[in-house]
T-cell receptor, first 113, second 118 residues
Framework: DAKTTQPPSMDCAEGRAANLPCNHS???????VYWYRQIHSQGPQYIIH???NNETNEMASLIITEDRKSSTLILPHATLRDTAVYYC??????????????FGKGTKLSVIP | GAGVSQSPSNKVTEKGKDVELRCDPI?????LYWYRQSLGQGLEFLIY????????KSGLPSDRFSAERTGGSVSTLTIQRTQQEDSAVYLC????????????????FGSGTQLSVL
């Protein structure tokens, strides 16, 4: 029970912005939205997380809708090295259960030259 | 080391044999996690350690699976009497302080151990 819904796959042209959607309509008020990605044959890598405000770091931007029922991860200038499976996860911030990330099947992003 | 280290990177074993998988977390990280990833599937939580204790073992799929952590550092996941359905990538992760000490911690994952049971 991943609590999130993502498209199974997406393509993006190299150099373009990649916009990866995620639905989390049952998110609770104390749950954060996290994004991880997994490049082939590697362990997952943290990208970004947020509660209700939009967030940006050196890797990506996270846009969360006002009702918090969906979000979009934006890779502003996709490169071939961004080809990976991207996981959207909801998780409580602290306390019981906060240790457990529930990974769904994610979105397989293919960046095309 | 700089990251989470797992060994071996690949393990091939015969059905019925026992295997041990090792995880060296990032130095100073008190929380350690084991996950399993079967071919084409998402990650499945197995167990979480806070220091040397495991508050939650509910993800372990059967009593053939066990894990321990010593000295608040290295962890070993043991699978007894392996079965073919145990074949998967076993991933270890660590984080600095765990669930009650700090919010919104990042988990740092190792590259995993690919276990193949013939």
């Amino acid at each position: 029970d991943a609590k999130t819904t993502q498209p199974p796959s997406m393509d993006c042209a190299e150099g373009r912005a990649a916009n990866l959607p995620c639905n989390h309509s049952t998110i609770s008020g104390n749950e954060y939205v996290y994004w991880y990605r997994q490049i082939h044959s590697q362990g997952p890598q943290y990208i970004i997380h947020g509660l209700k405000n939009n967030e940006t770091n050196e890797m990506a931007s996270l846009i969360i809708t006002e009702d918090r029922k969906s979000s979009t991860l934006i890779l502003p200038h996709a490169t071939l090295r961004d080809t990976a499976v991207y996981y959207c996860i909801v998780r409580v911030g602290r306390g019981a259960g906060s240790y457990q990330l529930t990974f769904g099947k994610g979105t397989k992003l293919s960046v095309i030259p | 080391g700089a990251g989470v280290s797992q060994s071996p990177s690949n393990k091939v074993t015969e059905k019925g044999k026992d295997v041990e998988l090792r995880c060296d977390p990032i130095s100073g990280h008190t929380a350690l996690y084991w996950y399993r990833q079967s071919l084409g599937q998402g990650l499945e939580f197995l167990i979480y350690f806070q220091g040397n204790s495991a508050p939650d073992k509910s993800g372990l799929p059967s009593d053939r699976f066990s894990a321990e952590r010593t000295g608040g550092s290295v962890s070993t996941l043991t699978i007894q009497r392996t079965q073919q359905e145990d074949s998967a990538v076993y991933l270890c992760a660590s984080s600095l302080r765990g669930e009650n000490k700090r919010t919104n911690e990042k988990l740092f994952f190792g590259s995993g151990t690919q276990l193949s049971v013939l």
